[in-house]
């Protein structure tokens, strides 16, 4: 049996009282594109600053490539095989880019310098200040995967990128999993997640919520159903078995999110007069919104650390 490319267990992140991450339990397998979904202040970015060993842990454990990241010098080894890209790229702003990168091939290496500057050009001479925000994140990629890493963790690695760039870095990723190179990146796009993820796990107020095959996930997640009725719907009418989620839109609609038989569905619209139904497949959205709903943060009211800010003791 295979080690996993990242392997945590029960870790445990508190900025004081306030929570980071939870008893975060994950494995993700060698070679995946490995998706890390969460709202802003989710925990995203604190998980990943435990992973590269840029934030001492609460509690519990955390491996890399199979080196645990409190093994300080075996870990120094591991990090030559892995590749960063963080959310907001910081580089010396009064450097080029071509003495930026001089600067990582000394650290780790560049075999595929010339190839990726091809795919994710910048202007090389120019100091890194002059830099737009996409220029930027082009850079943090060639740095990031020049050195043929086995694998790389990115957060949010697309903000700043034009479509057309955004596209071209999907491409590339898929390639680099043919490769066997391992991704690991959080994000809060959905629809980058559905083109490119293999798996996904969603954390949500840093506890993990579900870990997911996006294909299993979305084929177990029904069908959307949209109804338009001169008659007042009531809720309590819809509340059956197969029935996910089911509210009303300020213009008096339906909006049901329904899996599985849909007999109870038709037996219930004997009742209405039915002006208008819409059925379509249902979205990577819809399937989020469960674990993201707004009046339940709201009610939940816990405390997370601003950690996409990089605020907290040990940031």
Not at 8 to 25: A, C, N
Not at 251 to 262: A, E, H, P, Q, T
């Amino acid at each position: 049996m295979s080690v996993p490319a990242i392997d945590i267990d029960g870790l445990t992140k508190f900025y004081g009282d306030v929570r980071g991450v939870e008893d975060l339990s994950l494995s993700v397998p060698e070679g995946e594109l490995f998706g890390f979904l969460g709202p802003n202040g989710a925990g995203k970015s604190t998980t990943i600053r435990l992973l590269l060993g840029l934030l001492k842990p609460t509690d519990g454990t955390a491996s890399i490539l199979g080196t645990p990241v409190d093994d300080r010098a075996g870990f120094l080894n591991v990090l030559e095989h892995v590749g960063h890209i963080p959310s907001d790229p910081q580089f010396y702003d009064e450097v080029s880019g071509r003495k930026t990168l001089d600067y990582f091939a000394r650290l780790s290496g560049d075999t595929r310098r010339d190839k990726l500057l091809d795919r994710f050009p910048v202007p090389l001479d120019r100091p890194v200040r002059a830099y737009s925000r996409g220029n930027r994140q082009k850079l943090a990629i060639v740095q990031a995967f020049m050195h043929e890493p086995r694998m790389v963790i990115m957060d949010e690695p697309t903000a700043g990128l034009d479509p057309l760039v955004q596209q071209e870095f999907y491409d590339f990723l898929h390639e680099e999993r043919s490769r066997g190179v391992t991704v690991f990146f959080s994000t809060h796009i959905l629809s980058e997640v559905r083109q490119v993820c293999d798996q996904v796990a969603i954390i949500r107020e840093g506890k993990l919520a579900a870990v997911e095959h996006i294909d299993d996930l979305l084929e177990r997640s029904g069908k959307v159903v949209t109804l338009q009725s001169t008659e007042p719907i009531d809720l309590t009418d819809f509340e059956f078995d197969e029935t996910i989620d089911a509210r009303l839109e300020p213009d008096g609609s339906l909006r049901l999110v329904i899996s599985g038989n849909y007999d109870a569905l038709v037996d219930a619209l004997d009742d209405y007069r039915v002006d208008d139904l819409e059925v379509r497949e249902t979205a990577i959205e819809d399937v989020f919104m469960h674990f993201y709903d707004t009046e339940e943060d709201s009610e939940a009211g816990g405390d997370t650390a601003p950690e996409e800010s990089g605020a907290g003791p040990d940031a």
